[in-house]
T-cell receptor, first 114, second 114 residues
Framework: KAGVTQTPRYLIKTRGQQVTLSCSPI?????VSWYQQTPGQGLQFLFE???????NKGNFPGRFSGRQFSNSRSEMNVSTLELGDSALYLC?????????????FGPGTRLLVL | GQQLNQSPQSMFIQEGEDVSMNCTSS?????WLWYKQDPGEGPVLLIA?????ELTSNGRLTAQFGITRKDSFLNISASIPSDVGIYFC??????????????FGKGTKLSVKP
């Protein structure tokens, strides 16, 4: 069974641009979460989608948005990029999104904003 | 809000030595998780703890859920070069199936001298 895949793996953008990142969960998994990882702040929760609905959202500005499609694939979008948005963006999936299910992470998309 | 204090931030040890790291919080958590992240990859779940006082092993790894529910530790016995990486603790502070309730520590970077 294929793991969580994320595309692209690396991305360079300039300030003010927008970016869309893609995540394909493990087949059959319906819960997809997004995290931002930086050296200073560590792993921070962005949002979670389950059955095409946003179930929870972290403390990030409205420039960060996401969506989930009927096949459970998810995208996140960051508009008006800032230098501080440079980070590793991780996607993780769970089967039903229940507490005691194992969450599987993808390899991440490393975004550099210049 | 909930915060996890993970220590030490980094460790540099000899191959064959035992390793200990821990996470503490002023808040109570219902679940403790320990992850390992290799360079260029997403975190991988090592051990999950669901009950206060629980002691669980996974090969050379042993983790415990503190009795107060405010701390957890991870031990690695007889370390080997492939143990190199960053170890994260994570605490689930509220049941409800949402990944937004999962808080991560800042990580412990482990380096092993062969």
């Amino acid at each position: 069974k294929a793991g969580v895949t994320q595309t692209p793996r690396y991305l360079i953008k300039t300030r003010g641009q927008q970016v869309t990142l893609s995540c394909s969960p493990i087949s059959g998994h319906r819960s997809v979460s997004w995290y931002q990882q930086t050296p200073g702040q560590g792993l921070q929760f962005l949002f979670e989608y389950f059955s095409e609905t946003q179930r929870n959202k972290g403390n990030f500005p409205g420039r960060f948005s996401g969506r989930q499609f009927s096949n459970s694939r998810s995208e996140m979008n960051v508009s008006t990029l800032e230098l501080g948005d440079s980070a590793l963006y991780l996607c993780a999936s769970k089967l039903q999104g229940r507490d005691q299910e194992t969450q599987y992470f993808g390899p991440g998309t490393r975004l550099l904003v210049l | 809000g909930q915060q996890l204090n993970q220590s030490p931030q980094s460790m540099f040890i000899q191959e064959g030595e035992d390793v200990s790291m821990n996470c503490t919080s002023s808040s109570i958590f219902n679940t403790w998780l320990w992850y390992k992240q290799d360079p260029g990859e997403g975190p991988v779940l090592l051990i999950a703890l669901y009950k206060a006082g629980e002691l669980t092993s996974n090969g050379r790894l042993t983790a415990q859920f503190g009795i107060t529910r405010k701390d957890s530790f991870l031990n690695i016995s007889a370390s080997i070069p492939s143990d190199v990486g960053i170890y994260f603790c994570a605490g689930l502070w509220n049941y409800g199936g949402s990944q937004g309730n999962l808080i991560f520590g800042k990580g412990t970077k482990l380096s092993v001298k062969p």
